[in-house]
Every structure is written in structure tokens, then in C-alpha cells.
């Protein structure tokens, strides 16, 4: 039994809990004033949006105490449990959950509203924590790379069935606590290539990709193994290939595509290429071949991915976003909206209150995704830093807690909970200033809803208990 001096209140981290309630008192200042009405100026008012708010931040009150006082290894022990519970809630979703604004991803009970994507994460992270911490996980081995992309893969995948693509792509930034647990970094460095390759693929026509892809695979053959002259006798079997080819297609085949030449002229190049490694023993161009392969099917995959899975307003948006559609009145529209208001409020704002773009409702979803646009015209420059440095400060000092942990689970927990909290700023401020594409996901305590507030109090809190009994091992 723990004696008053060494209360659970003593060994919190009232740093982090400190900038907790600043972030959530500064939020709902923010959301007073997105929808601020003059004929309802008082902030009690719980028909409105702020009124509501404030109801979810005193249940979030709850949350807080119910998440320090749960013992710290009840988190550990039944970790897989909360995440299988997480999965039903899931599919329970798909099958009797509500649309809300375009997205089938909310379950509602009388009058009350919640969207279990939220929740699922933190049932993430605490899977994550529990399995990367085993004692015996060697994080080299192919084998934990495909358990770990199970554990993300299986809620992203039922998140995107409800068309929930934003709150999906949340769950691949556990990738850098992969990273920081020792995850290889050539891994890291084919997550890398694949973006990459991805936003090349919508930029550039199918046989430019080609054309790049080949070029990247001679190189590596060459700095893998410093072959000067099989390295030019390759580039010269490709070009050789590709005059043939052309030769013989266009003679045959006068309608056929550039990408369609340059396959077969690969495809050709390539029974020469696999002669040279055999003849000299050069294993490691097998890996180059099957990532050169591998790379070209991923590219033409995007295609389809773009095309079938994602809906009509999302591919307007990834398109305005890299350049190759303009739509000012359209998918642009909010993007463009939300950067006049936080150019308009110049180095220190407009004042509370008196941000005329929020106020004559320029920027729609302003009290939600588009939060952080009243926070430009207001505050300004100065403002928006501060609010930023905020978050910064935050993410610092979750850092640092996570790495004065004895228990390892302790210490990847508090990772996810930071991989978490930065995916979401990165995103949502990028959005507001066009730097990311509009996937509609809310800035932490600042945007407008109880599940996403309770949610990320709930991360936040589980590990300021974890931080706690920081000096304990818990497995």
C-alpha cells in the first residue's frame, strides 16, 4: 500500500499534464471563437459547438482518472485483449455503424456519437509496445517485419473499408518505433523509395518511371560492386535491347505504347543481365533485378489504387496538391481558403475574435480540420508559434519520458503515443497551409469532437501512468 508521500500524484509528470491542459484550454478557446455567435456569447451554452466541447472536456476529466488509476501492468497484461476488442469494434462498424460525412466509421448509441478508428489506436500501441518488447523479438528477422505489418495492417485495412483514409494512414507512422527498436534501416529505406516512387507514378507517364527505375538499378549495380565494364556492358544490352524491340514491334505492332517497348526491351535485357551474374558469380544483382521488377509492378499498382480505392474528392485533392489539377473553386477550395485566413493574420492576427475569414465561415470544417486556420488569423505568426512550440515542447517531453523508462514496454508505448501526436500536427497544420493533402484528420485537443479529445487523452494519460512507475519493470 502506497503511503501519502509516495502517492501516485507525486511520481506523475505534471510537465506533460501541464502543457496537456494548456493545449485543451487553448483549443477550446479556438473552437469558442470558430463558431462564436453574438446573440450566444457565453460559453455555457451547450447547443453550440463550444458548449458541447466543454461537456467533453469534463468527461475527459474521467478518462484522466480512470487511466492512472488502472494499474500500469493491467496495460501490458491484457494488451492483445484490448486490441482484439478494438478489431470487433471495428467490424461491428462495418455492419451496424452510421455515414457521417462520407465516411462509414462511427458507431452511435442514442445521442451519443463515437468513432472507434480513434480508440483502435491507442489498442495499436499498446499491441505494438507489447509485442516489439519481447524479450526473444529479433527485429532483423523477416518474420517481425510481417507480425508488425499484421498488427497495423489488419485496422488499416477495416478502417479503409469505411472509407476512413486519413484516420488509416495514422497507423503506418509506427513504422518509426519499428525504426527506433532497431528495425533495419534498408527497410526504412524501401518505405522512403515507395513514397517516392508513389508521388513519381502520379507526376510522370509509366514508361518515364521505367526509364528511372533502370537507370537507379545500373547505378546500384555499380556502387554495389565497383564492375565498371559489366556495368556499361549492361547499359549497352538495354539500349541494344530497346533499338530491337522498337524494330520489331513498330513493325508489327505501329500503335503499340512507348511502356509496352520499353518492357519487352527489359524483359530481353534482362536473360543477358541474369548470363553476366551467373558468369560471375554476382548474387546480389538477383535483389537489384527483383527490386527493379518489383518497383515497376508497384508503380502501375498506384494506377489502380489511385483509381479504385480512392474516392472521386480524394484524388481531386491529391492532384491539386502536386500540381497536375487546379480547382480553386473545387477540391482546392479549402486549401485556398485556409491559407488567405492564415496569411491574413500577419505577424500577431487580427485579434480574438475578430478573424473575418472565420467569422463569415470562408473555410468550411473551421471548428474541425481546419482549426488551426483561426488560430493563424487571430494569433498570427506569432501566435501560430507559440501554439506549435506547444506541441513541440509536448512531443519533447514524451520523448524524453520515453527514454527513462526501465521497461521496455514502457518506452515503446511512449514512442507510438509520440509518433501519434506528431503524424496528426504534421498532417493537419500541413493541410491548412498546403503542404498535405486534405485527408481529414483533427489537430490534437485543438479540433472540435469528443472522440477524437478522448482519444487522445486517453493515449497521453495511459502513459503518464506507464511514466509513473517508471522504475518498475513491467512486462
Not at 559489366?230 to 530491337?244: C, N, R, Y
Not at 500540381?323 to 493574420?345: E, L, R
Request: glycine share 8%; net charge positive; proline share 3%.
Amino acid at each position: 500500500m502506497r503511503s501519502p508521500k509516495n502517492s501516485i500524484w507525486n511520481d506523475l509528470d505534471w510537465i506533460t499534464i501541464g502543457l496537456y491542459f494548456l493545449l485543451v484550454i487553448l483549443g477550446w478557446l479556438n473552437i469558442y471563437s470558430a463558431v462564436f455567435n453574438e446573440e450566444q456569447q457565453h460559453g455555457f451554452h451547450f447547443g453550440t459547438r463550444y458548449g458541447k466541447q466543454l461537456i467533453w472536456i469534463g468527461a475527459a476529466f474521467l478518462i484522466i482518472v480512470i487511466a492512472l488509476v488502472v494499474d500500469s501492468k493491467f496495460y501490458s497484461s491484457f494488451a492483445y485483449i484490448i486490441y482484439g476488442l478494438s478489431i470487433l469494434l471495428l467490424i461491428a462498424v462495418l455492419i451496424v455503424g452510421t455515414r457521417i460525412n462520407g465516411a462509414k466509421s462511427w458507431l452511435v448509441i442514442g445521442s451519443i456519437q463515437f468513432q472507434p478508428a480513434e480508440f483502435t489506436k491507442i489498442a495499436t500501441a499498446l499491441a505494438m509496445a507489447k509485442y516489439l518488447s519481447h524479450y526473444s523479438l529479433k527485429p532483423e528477422k523477416f518474420k517481425t517485419l510481417l507480425v508488425f505489418f499484421a498488427i497495423i495492417g489488419i485496422p488499416t485495412l477495416f478502417i479503409l473499408l469505411q472509407n476512413d483514409t486519413g484516420s488509416a494512414l495514422v497507423f503506418f507512422i509506427f513504422i518509426l518505433v519499428f525504426y527506433r527498436e532497431g528495425m533495419p534501416s534498408v527497410y526504412m529505406l524501401f518505405g522512403l523509395l515507395a513514397v517516392a516512387l508513389f508521388v513519381l507514378a502520379m507526376l510522370f507517364e509509366n514508361y518515364i518511371i521505367i526509364i528511372i527505375l533502370e537507370i537507379l538499378a545500373l547505378l546500384a549495380f555499380y556502387i554495389l560492386y565497383r564492375r565498371q565494364n559489366e556495368t556499361l556492358i549492361a547499359a549497352l544490352i538495354v539500349g541494344i535491347s530497346s533499338v530491337l524491340v522498337w524494330l520489331v514491334i513498330t513493325y508489327f505492332m505501329p500503335d503499340a505504347s512507348i511502356t509496352l517497348l520499353l518492357l519487352l526491351a527489359l524483359f530481353f535485357s534482362s536473360l543477358f543481365f541474369v548470363y553476366i551474374l551467373f558468369k560471375n558469380k554476382l548474387n546480389g544483382g538477383f535483389i537489384i533485378l527483383a527490386v527493379l521488377f518489383s518497383s515497376i509492378f508497384y508503380a502501375y499498382s498506384v494506377d489502380y489504387f489511385f483509381d479504385n480505392v480512392l474516392d472521386g474528392y480524394q484524388q481531386r485533392r491529391i492532384k491539386v496538391l502536386l500540381g497536375i489539377q487546379s480547382d480553386p473553386y473545387g477540391a482546392g477550395y479549402n486549401v485556398n481558403q485556409s491559407m488567405i485566413a492564415i496569411g491574413s493574420g500577419g505577424p500577431i492576427g487580427k485579434g480574438y475574435l475578430l478573424g473575418t475569414q472565420t467569422k463569415f465561415k470562408f473555410v468550411p470544417e473551421q471548428s474541425t480540420d481546419f482549426i488551426f486556420c483561426t488560430v493563424g488569423e487571430e494569433w498570427g505568426f506569432v501566435g501560430s508559434a507559440i501554439v506549435l512550440g506547444l506541441f513541440l515542447a509536448l512531443l519533447m517531453r514524451i520523448i524524453i519520458m520515453a527514454e527513462r523508462q526501465k521497461s521496455k514496454f514502457s518506452r515503446i508505448y511512449g514512442y507510438c503515443v509520440a509518433s501519434i501526436l506528431f503524424f496528426h500536427v504534421a498532417i493537419n497544420v500541413g493541410m491548412t497551409i498546403g503542404l498535405a493533402p486534405v485527408i481529414g484528420i483533427p489537430l490534437p485537443f485543438f479540433s472540435y469532437g469528443g472522440s477524437s479529445l478522448w482519444g487522445f487523452t486517453f493515449l497521453l494519460f495511459i502513459f503518464v501512468k506507464l511514466d509513473s512507475n517508471r522504475t518498475q519493470l513491467i512486462t
